[in-house]
Every structure is written in C-alpha cells, then in structure tokens.
C-alpha cells in the first residue's frame, strides 16, 4: 500500500517548488502577527497536495486501473487518508529547510520555528480538513469535489471563526455555558485528550463514509 | 474446472443501453473473440466482469469462482489491456511499474524486464511521451509480467498500425501456448481475429447473437451477391442482412441449401470474414442503419 | 515439414493441412515415427486457430496416417506399405489418363507420346 501514497508524491515531484513558494509566501504574509505561520501552511500545502493528487487521479481516470488490480477499495481510500500525514510531515520539513536557511542567512523575514504544539495543531488541522473534503471527494469526484469543498470549507472556516469570536468575547450563550461546565476545570492535558478523540472519532467516520461512497461507485 | 469465464443471465440497464440477460462461457486454453459494433454492449460487459460497474442481476463465476466474493484472489490472476491506457502521464515506464508491481502476489520482474526489452520501451520515459503504439505493448508487458491465466483485452489494437498488431498478436499466441491460459479479446477491428481467434462471441445492442467456434462460423457463411431479379425469383430465403441497390444485391447466407440455390442460378459466391459476418448480422439487427 | 495455407482458396485450413500432410507421407517426405509439432505450435506457427489443428490432426488420426499418443504427441503412423503404393499408383494413373486425353486432343499418335513420356522419365 505505501507503493500507492509514493505514488501521489512521485507524481507531484514538480510541485516541490511550489511547496516552498508556498511556505516563503505564507511567511512573509503572516510575519509577526502572532499566528503560528507553520499551522497555516501545513493546511495550505496538505490542501494542496491533497488537491493535486486527486486531479492526477481524475486526470489518468486512474480509478478505472486500480480497481483492475487486486486491491480493495477501502485500501485505495485508506491511502488517501494516509498521504495526508505525509504532506504534513512534508510540510514541516519544507518549512524547517526554510527557517534553518533564514537563519543561517540573516534575510530579515521572522520565522517561527516549529514548536510541538504546534506540529500537534498542524496535524489535527490537516486531519480534519481532510475529513471534510474526502467523503465529498469519494462520493462526487474530483471536479464536483472541488465546487463542494469550498463551500465546505468557507462554511467550517466562518463555523470556527465565529466560535472563536465567542470565546473572546465570553457570550454567556447556551453553549458557551455548556461549554464552560463540561470543559471549565478540566486540565490542558484532559482538553488536548478530549480534542484527540473526537479528531479520531470525526477521522472514523469520515473513513467509514468515503469507503462506503467510494464502494458504490462505477467508471 | 474447464471454463475461464462463465456469465449466466448477466444484467445491466442504463438510461439509454440495456444489456439483456446475457450468457456465455470461455474454455480455458483458447482465445475469444469478441465483436459488436461500437455501442454495442462489449466493453460494459467486461466492465462487469471486473466489478467496474456493479450488475443488476445474474452471475459472474472467473475461474470458477465468484467474480465478487473472491475479487482480490481472481484479480491477481487477470491481466488486463484496455483501449485508453489509465496511467499517469507524468510517469515513467519505470515509476509506474515500482508502484503496480507491488500490487500482485505474483510479480514477475525477470518476465516483465524481457517484454521491455522486446518491446523496445524506453523505460525512464514519461508514458505522456510514448507513442500510442508503446502505451499498448506497456499495458501488455505489466498484463503479462504477473503470471495471468486469463488476458481480457478490450479494443487494444485500435489506432496501432499493422506491424504493431502482428507483434501483439505473436505474443497472444505464445501465451496460448499454455493450454491453462485464455485470452478474452473484444474488438470492432475484426481483421485481427480472422486467423487467431478459436470462438467468436457477437454482440449486438445488448444482446449476444451467437458463441461459436470461429472456424465454424465463417465455414457456415457464405456471401451471395447476385442481380436483382435473381434476388426477386427465388426469394430471400433466410439470408441475412441482405442490401439492395442498382446493380444487384448482396446477403449472408447461413445455410448449404440456399448457397447452392443461388450458385446454380450463377451468383457469385464467397468465403465471408468475421467483418462481413459481423457487418451483415448488424445490418439485420439495424435495417435502416 | 512444410505446411503453407491459402486464404483464398475455397478448401477449408484443415482440409488443407491434412492433404499436405497426406501428400508428404505419400511422397516420402514424412517418414513412419517422425514427430509432428504440437497442435499449439502448429497454430501459432502457421497464425491460425488450435481448433483448426486438432481438426487437421484428428482427421489424419481418424484416417490412419498419424497416432497421437497422450502426454507425448502426435507422430506419423507406419503407412501399410501396399495401400500407399497402391495410392501413388492411383494418382500416376489419374495423370496418365489426363494426358492421354490432352494428347489426342493436340492429335498427337500412341509413339508420339511415348517418345515424350522417355524424354520427360530420363530429364526428371
């Protein structure tokens, strides 16, 4: 199976180099506005690879050959989700050349450099971004997908905005108050555990959809 | 276990094609030919058979198991060439087969290093690269390179010029060598079944007209063509396909009786070819077409 | 053992094997005991069908002229010695009575066409 996620990165060995504009880019942009850079693009680039790798798929009607071969299609998705974790790690990797070169060469652009948290942040984003998109990828296809997703996504990246506006501004809303009372006391380490399942929990059923579409479908 | 393939009764609809309760066997140890005009339900029915689109009914059974049930185990054994090669054009020869070799139990690297150096395949070009030619003798050294027992083709020879097409079909001739092998080849370009093909299955707008034996086929044709008040005196008895115009007619005819009929009244007579059957079937089956 | 097939001939492939195959034996070509090839080879060799082989080689078994024996082949048979010599005298018989026919319709006399038949036996 990992011959199948070497596959999706050998075919975008040319957009390497868009990889790094990527990173020098988002860099620059989000210079000293305390975001964490590296998070930003770790989902730019996944997002991108991610997309990339799909339009190869769509573009060789690749589906038509694999599902020839003696593969089970939960495999074929399984991959999918797994290259996710790649791009990530590729990602990082590109962003850590990127701030070891900066540093060595005094150019004055202020990196961040990885912190675990951070990586931890990237991961869980990707992972979760990805859980949207590939169910609709499965079950629509490339092109539709990409209508979709970005619907999908606006709609989760004012979801998470407006909750997050909430949060500054202590609503005292329902849900904040339901919030509060179940997350209140809880130490840093119960809420980061809490986040983790109910990635796994999301990552599960995501899973479970796209083998299910992906398993009706026809070419 | 004799037969390769067996479909009983196999279904499928689409808005606008059907194809209706199908049935037909493959022995093992000979090539099929498969031929249809475009349309006409060939490359759904192998589509089918490698559960790329999901049947409505009837039973699939490839090396006497079920198509379904023991899909990875009877991949594994199946090589397949399609008309539209599936790879990444920005891939080469080489990457493409690091990443399918894995893919099958039996990979064989030795076998697959001699197809390409037989065929002549630049192995570090990109496939987007490759003539169409090339792409075909690709998808045909991975067929092999995996110790199939079954090839299915459909449609591989289109766009290839002839001496392409011989070299193919020495390699398909070698493979039956192996009297545990068979070989499912569907194509419109019949030329290429006239001498290798063992069986003909024909099919038309979804339904299979006849399985048999090739040799028998084009020995129980016959191509009359006549004036027409020859046409007008005896009639048209049963022939097929038969097509009028100012000079005279022409029709298939699939038994002895009428053939002699029409020779002792002087028409020319002659030996058919799968194209001829396959044209004159049609035109029966589509009279205005 | 030299096989060729004509497309365009009206006689059927198989048909055209065996009596090749029957003519060779005849002439002595195909001697008692030679091997044949396998139906397989025979097909791809002469890029025709196996069924169409076998037919030839069954027919050719069913006649006498070859034995197949399982897991080894099929090989020529031993050709009972009088019935092939009666045969080729058949066929020296047939091709006399041509050209004696051809003969008296070009008028030529009984010694003419003897004179011709000593030339041509010497010259062959």
């Known amino acids: 199976m990992l011959n199948l996620i070497l596959k999706d990165i050998l075919i975008q060995k040319k957009s390497l180099a868009y990889i790094a504009l990527y990173v020098v880019i988002f860099s620059i942009a989000f210079q000293g506005t305390g975001m964490d850079t590296f998070i930003v693009i770790a989902v730019a680039v996944t997002y991108q690879m991610v997309a990339t790798a799909c339009a190869y798929e769509d573009k060789a009607g690749s589906d038509i050959m694999w599902n020839s071969m003696p593969i089970k299609r939960r495999n074929i998705v399984l991959t999918k989700y797994l290259s996710v974790l790649f791009y990530t790690i590729i990602s990082a990797l590109v962003y850590m050349v990127f701030t070891i070169l900066i540093n060595l060469t005094a150019i004055p652009i202020s990196v961040a450099p990885i912190t675990l948290p951070g990586l931890a942040a990237a991961f869980i984003s990707t992972i979760l971004m990805n859980d949207v998109y590939f169910p609709v990828y499965f079950k629509f296809g490339y092109m539709r997908a990409r209508v979709i997703s970005i619907i999908l996504f606006f709609v989760l990246f004012i979801g998470i905005l407006s909750m997050a506006q909430m949060a500054q501004s202590k609503q005292s809303g329902t849900l904040f108050k339901i919030f509060n009372a179940t997350f209140g006391n809880a130490s840093g380490m119960q809420i980061i555990f809490a986040i983790i399942v109910a990635e796994l929990i999301f990552t599960l059923i995501s899973y479970a959809l796209s083998v299910k579409f992906y398993n009706n479908k026809e070419f | ?289 | 053992m030299d096989i060729l097939i004509s497309n365009s001939s009206t006689q059927p492939i198989y048909e055209q094997i065996v009596d090749q195959i029957k003519d060779q034996i005849m002439k002595g070509l195909l001697i008692e005991s030679q091997p044949l090839p396998s139906i397989r080879s025979l097909a791809r060799d002469l890029h025709i069908s196996v069924i169409t082989t076998k037919r030839a080689y069954d027919e050719l078994e069913k006649q006498g002229f070859i034995v197949t024996v399982a897991g080894k082949g099929s090989f020529i048979a031993a050709q009972n010695k009088q019935l092939l010599r009666e045969s080729r005298m058949k066929i020296v018989e047939e091709k006399l009575s041509e050209a004696v026919m051809a003969a008296k319709s070009a008028d030529l006399t009984l010694s003419e066409l003897e004179e011709m038949l000593k030339i041509f036996y010497e010259e062959v």
């Open chain 2, 1 to 289: 276990m004799e037969n390769i393939l067996e479909i009983k009764n196999l279904s499928k609809s689409f808005k606008d094609f059907t194809l209706k309760n199908i049935s037909f066997s493959l022995p093992k140890g000979f090539i099929t030919g498969f031929i249809g005009p475009n349309g006409s339900g060939k490359t759904t029915t192998i589509k089918l058979i490698m559960n790329l689109l999901k049947k409505d009914s009837g039973e699939i059974k490839v090396f006497g198991l079920d198509h379904i049930k023991h899909e990875k185990e009877i991949k594994n054994r199946i090589g397949f060439v399609y008309d539209e090669d599936h790879f990444y054009e920005e891939l080469t020869i080489s990457e493409m087969k690091h990443i399918i070799a894995p893919v099958y139990d039996k990979w064989d690297e030795l076998k697959f290093k001699s197809y390409i150096k037989k065929f002549n395949l630049p192995q570090s070009k990109r496939i987007k690269d490759l003539s169409r030619g090339m792409k075909v003798k690709f998808s045909l050294a991975v067929a092999l390179s995996h110790n199939a027992d079954m090839l299915i083709m459909d449609e591989p020879t289109s766009g290839l010029d002839p001496l392409v097409r011989s070299e193919i079909l020495d390699i398909l001739y070698d493979m039956i060598q192996d009297e545990n092998k068979g070989i499912f080849f569907s194509t419109h370009i019949t030329s290429d079944l006239d001498r290798i093909a063992d069986y003909i299955i024909m099919i038309d707008g979804g339904d299979i007209l006849f399985c048999t034996p090739k040799d028998e086929l084009l020995e129980n044709h016959t191509v009359v063509k006549g004036s027409l008040s020859l046409l007008n005196s005896i009639g048209n008895l049963n022939m097929i396909g038969t097509r009028k115009n100012r000079y005279g007619f022409e029709a298939l005819s699939s038994d002895k009786k009428t053939t002699s009929a029409f020779a002792r009244a002087g028409a020319v007579i002659d030996k058919p070819t799968l194209e001829d059957i396959m044209l004159y079937y049609t035109r029966k089956e589509h009279p205005h077409a």
